[in-house]
C-alpha cells in the first residue's frame, strides 16, 4: 500500500531515496512494457496544478511522486505530518542510474538541448562503467519529428525513460504518449541534466542538506525570483487548506 501525504489535492508519497529505488525496480518488474509515471512534485508543481486541472489530474495519477523540494517538507509539516527525506530530482536519477550500474536496467535519455544528453551520457559512462543508457535524444523536435523519436524509444525498449523537457511539459507528453511508450517507467527529470552535463553547478552538500538549494540557485540564476515567490502564496493555501488527510493507495 501507498502512505502518501496530500497538498493542495496532490499526492507525494511518504519515501526515502532507497524506498524510491526499491518500488521503481518493482514497478519495472511488473509493468510489462506498460509505462508507469513517476513525478517530483516541488511547490511550482502543486501551484501549477491548482490553475491547470489537465496537470493536477495527471500528478494524481503517477505509480510514485517522491518529495522534491523543501517547500513539499514545510508544507507536510503545516499539515503536522512528516516525509522521511527531501528527494531532489537529481538524487533520484542517480539512484536509477547506481541501480542500473548494478543491475543492467536500461535507459533513454530525453530532452535537454542538443548535445546535452550525449554529455550526461559521456559523464555517467566514466562514473558508472556499466550504466546501461541505451539511447538518447535532446528535446527540441517538432510535432513532425516526434513519431520518429517515439519509434526510436520504442525499438530500445528501455526500462527507465528520463524525460527532460521541463514542467508541466515534460509530465504532459509522458501521458499523452503513455499508452504508446514501450517502457517499464517514464519520469520527468526537468532540470537534471543540465547539472548531470556540468552546464550548472549543484549547491555544496552542507546547503543541501539545510534545505537551501533553492537560495543557492537564486543567487546564481536571478531570473528565478519569480518563480520563488509562489511560495508565500503555497504556505497560506497550505495553512487554509481543507484536505489535509493522508492518503493510503496500491502502487500502480
Known sequence: MRD????LGVPIDRVTRNDAGKITEDLIQVSNKSCKMIFAPNVEFIMMAQKDEEFFNIL??????????????IGAKLQ????????PGQSYFRKIIELSNEKGYSIYLLGGKPGIPEK??????KEFPNVNIVGVHHGYFGENEEKAVIQEINSLKPNVLFVALG????EKWIKQHQ???????????GGTY????????RAPEWIQKIGMEWFWRLLREPKRIKRQLVLPVYLIKV??????????FDYK
Do not use: C, H, M
Not at 502518501?4 to 497538498?7: A, K, L, M, V, Y
Open 4 to 7: 502518501t501525504i496530500t497538498i
Open 60 to 73: 494524481k495519477e503517477s505509480s510514485l511522486s517522491t518529495p522534491d523540494s523543501i517547500g513539499v517538507i
Open 80 to 87: 503536522g505530518k512528516f516525509f522521511p527525506e527531501r528527494i
Open 120 to 125: 550526461v551520457r559521456q559523464n555517467l559512462k
Open 167 to 170: 514542467a508541466p511539459k515534460q
Open 179 to 189: 499508452k504508446e511508450l514501450q517502457v517499464d517507467v517514464a519520469t520527468g527529470q
Open 194 to 201: 543540465d547539472y548531470e552535463a556540468g552546464r550548472i553547478k
Open 239 to 248: 495553512l487554509f487548506a481543507k484536505d489535509k488527510t493522508k492518503g493510503k
